[in-house]
């Protein structure tokens, strides 16, 4: 291949000169280590003005990213990196360090991101972390547009990300973050990120589980952001007060020109707040989706009458989506359809045209719904449970894992508790959890074990050997490395643990001397060694004292 470096010479000095870069994009490759990368990087050299980079559609590991990332130091002039769905079948803690990586081979090369997208890439809070370094750079100084839809980022992800963005000033124009279970939590904490910025033209945050509270502080960021033009909130509880914060923002968003409130539970009375503030602030949108709100046939037409009142709405209005709610009779409709012209698209809800009419529907506000909206948390779970005259057998399993040797010793991990498993302690606690556990919950019983045993290893050299041989065969064992590395992560106390009742029984730094001691050996699998070193180098300033010192000692455990 040949490159005419005059005309590359022009084309750099020309502004709009047209975009060039690597465009990979769903070709389903599974990319492992440098070897399988080697295409893409081959490609990456090879183009003079990488302006952009897609890797959507694709899968990459850990050595992979640092692979592309080595490649991508020697471009500057990226401006565009589309990598959304390209964690497919990754474990989630080979996610941080892949981004990490791509992370730093941007930032070493000292480009100028404008736009990021890593949507569908289920990479949870973990992933954020590996972002955020990446986030606070001066890459994302000039970010214009950030896309992260449908990462399940959750409360603490939501607050992460707002972390991140608010470490230096910003300039977002879009912000996309759907389907991410932000709560109320989360949309405060990038409310007061959005509230910062004042440049948004596009906010797109749909199926979060947002309440009014969390759609308030929304509502007054929106005011300092006056150049809003789109805004979707579809499928959040925003309700009759949410929708009121909204309504009381739209004096300042003259700008804006399409809203999706659609499956927001309005209610009649949140369809009128929202029509009065239209009517009375001359908001002049184009396309609005209020479907599926429960909305009553009165509130209905009070909207119609709200959009249309401006002069000029025939030509402007390009869709109005009322589907789903009360329209009332053909003659309520046939009248709808003549105010919107060809941007109607009507139908009612389920019932009869009265329905969403009743005495209630103007008192929302109290409804248990929204009464009961704090109790809702990021990982709430609701079980009803029943006991039983007769024991089962998973609790007769357990009864007699305590009663054994075994089980007596994972409940209270000392040296003569130790002891009494005999010389081939290891091999007497695999045998007794395979028996006793079931597959699934196998790796996580093995990896407390093996911290029961390591914690011990700084006391006694039999310990370390048992320790040593426990490693190998939880590595042996483990069906799926993602279970294995989260729990792991959870025992070392690098990620929190959901459940709430998990207690550590052992002394973690000594788990740390056994780790470093068998990280390196070549049975240890590539992709766990890097998500725990990378873990370990990034919680490295907030570790206790006592194990900070001997992961200091060992390199080889952050580097």
């Known amino acids: 291949m040949s490159f005419d470096l005059n ?49 959507t559609g694709n899968t990459l590991g850990v050595e992979a990213a640092q692979a592309i990332a080595k490649a991508l130091t020697q471009h500057p002039e990226l401006k565009t990196a589309r990598f959304s769905d ?256 060809a941007s109607a698209e009507l139908s009612d809800g389920e019932g009869s045209e009265d329905e969403y009419v009743s005495g209630s529907d103007d008192d929302d506000e109290e409804s248990d719904l929204e009464n009961s909206e704090d109790s809702a948390t990021e990982d709430a779970q609701h079980f009803e449970t029943s006991v039983d005259a007769e024991t089962t057998l998973e609790e007769t399993d357990i009864v007699r894992e305590v009663e054994t040797d075994v089980g007596k010793f994972l409940r209270e991990p000392t040296l003569d508790n130790l002891a009494k498993l005999g010389p081939n302690a290891a091999d007497v606690i695999d045998v007794h959890l395979q028996a006793t556990r079931d597959p699934d919950s196998r790796t996580q019983a093995l990896v407390e074990a093996l911290c029961c045993v390591s914690g011990l290893s700084a006391e006694s050299a039999a310990a370390a050997d048992s320790a040593c041989r426990l490693f190998h065969t939880l590595v042996a064992r483990a069906r799926q490395q993602w279970p294995l590395a989260n729990a792991l992560l959870r025992a070392l106390q690098l990620i929190k643990s959901e459940n709430k009742d998990y207690k550590v029984r052992w002394r973690i730094s000594s788990c740390y001397l056994v780790l470093a001691n068998q990280i390196d050996e070549p049975y240890f699998p590539s992709a766990l060694r890097d998500t725990l070193k990378f873990f370990i180098s990034s919680k490295m300033a907030t570790l206790p004292v006592d194990v900070r010192a001997v992961v200091e000692k060992h390199p080889n455990l952050y580097t």
């Open 86 to 341: 390209m964690f497919t079948g990754r474990m989630k803690t080979e996610i941080p360090p892949a981004l990490s990586a791509l992370g730093d081979g941007m930032i070493e090369a000292g480009a100028r991101l404008s736009t990021l997208d890593l949507s569908d890439n289920a990479f949870g809070p973990v992933g954020v972390e590996g972002l955020a370094k990446l986030l606070q750079s001066d890459v994302c100084s000039q970010l214009q547009e950030l896309r992260l839809n449908n990462n399940g980022l959750g409360i603490t992800g939501g607050r992460l990300l707002a972390k991140a963005l608010s470490a230096k000033p910003r300039c977002l124009r879009v912000f996309v973050a759907g389907r991410n279970r932000l709560e109320n939590e989360g949309a405060k904490a990038l409310a007061g990120v959005f509230k910062s910025m004042g440049s948004l033209e596009e906010i797109s945050m749909p199926q979060n589980g947002i309440y009014h509270v969390g759609v308030a502080a929304l509502a007054d960021a929106l005011r300092r952001n006056p150049r809003l033009a789109r805004l979707n909130l579809n499928d959040n509880t925003v309700g009759p007060r949410g929708a009121a914060a909204l309504a009381a923002a739209l004096p300042r968003l003259k700008n804006l020109k399409s809203i999706n409130f659609g499956d927001c539970l309005l209610k009649s009375s949140g369809a009128r707040a929202l029509a009065q503030g239209l009517k009375d602030n001359s908001v002049l949108l184009e396309s609005v989706d209020l479907s599926h709100n429960e909305i009553g046939r009165e509130a209905c037409m009070e909207l119609v009458d709200a959009l249309t009142a401006p002069p000029g709405s025939a030509r402007r209005l390009a869709r109005v989506v009322l589907a789903g709610n009360s329209l009332g009779g053909a003659a309520n409709k046939t009248t709808m359809k003549s105010k919107l012209g």
């Open 7 to 55: 005309a590359i010479s022009t084309a750099l000095n020309e502004p709009n000169r047209t975009a060039s870069g690597v465009d990979f994009s769903g070709r389903s490759l599974k990319l492992d280590n440098e070897k399988d990368a080697q295409p893409i990087v081959n490609a990456i050299n090879a183009c003079p003005d990488l302006q952009y980079l897609t890797l």
